[in-house]
């Protein structure tokens, strides 16, 4: 008898700690889809805000592997669901972040066709997250034209604000009808008018610090999802 409870209870124990190891081992999965400013344009990749998010939840002890990233420097809405469609990845992921539409703005696109194409590329996201709306996130289109580059483009700069928040104005409404996180880093992009630290060294992307706020305000949000 005394044999049998030894037997049972040494494979019990090997059961649990089987159980431990495949949870200390399972990694959250993390798509990043966007432009130039989810790829981190100008900054090493590490500093890019899809890595520094992913470095702020693995300090917590929340395991994410290292992010999948579809997203080019001045992809457009339409151009990142071509892309999205030419990598038919049938994948599902813990957690979501959708950065697009700048490029629609600065290019002229117009309003309609970001919002159906926003649209089109929100849904997408939420089947990459398994149809699970809590686990995606949107983010808004920084400023541009409070950088260097925006300065010099010949464009009014408050014109170039007027046009980021009807946008991003857009986005939100969208996102939140869908019942998806929206994030407004916005207002922070614009801290880049006086603080030239926030900006990369080609005089237009953030820089990785500006890249650390994002990916600060996206953690508190996450970690409870994740967590």
């Known amino acids: ?8 209870s040494f494979l019990t124990s090997a059961c649990i700690k089987n159980v431990e190891l495949r949870n200390n081992t399972a990694s959250s999965s993390y798509l990043a889809l966007g432009d130039s400013y989810t790829i981190g344009e100008s900054v090493a990749q590490a500093q890019s805000f899809p890595y520094q998010l992913q470095a702020l939840l693995n300090q917590q002890k929340i395991d994410v592997s290292k992010p999948q990233i579809i997203a080019t420097t001045g992809w457009t809405t339409d151009e990142l669901q071509n892309a999205i469609k ?16 700048v490029n629609n703005q600065y290019r002229g696109y117009s309003l309609e066709t970001y919002k159906k194409e926003f649209s089109e590329l929100l849904q997408t996201a939420i089947t990459f997250a398994n149809g699970n709306k ?31 928040d009807v946008f991003n104005a857009a986005a939100e409404v969208i996102a939140s009808t869908a019942g998806v996180s929206y ?38 949000k996450i970690i409870a999802v994740l967590k």
Do not use: C
């Not at 030419?86 to 539409?101: E, F, R, W």
């Not at 920084?142 to 014109?159: E, H, I, L, M, Y």
């Open 86 to 101: 030419q990598h038919n990845n049938a994948q599902k992921y813990d957690l979501v972040t959708l950065l697009i539409g």
């Open 134 to 164: 809590n686990h995606v996130f949107v983010i808004s289109i920084p400023d541009w034209g409070v950088t260097p580059f925006g300065k010099n483009s010949g464009r009014a700069t408050q014109t170039i604000a007027d046009e980021i």
């Open 1 to 8: 008898m005394k044999a049998m409870l030894f037997i049972f």
């Open 183 to 220: 994030t407004d880093i916005t207002p922070g992009s614009r801290k880049a008018r006086t603080d030239v630290s926030l900006i990369a060294n080609d005089g237009l992307h953030p820089s990785g610090k500006m890249y650390a706020e994002w990916a600060n305000i996206l953690f508190t």
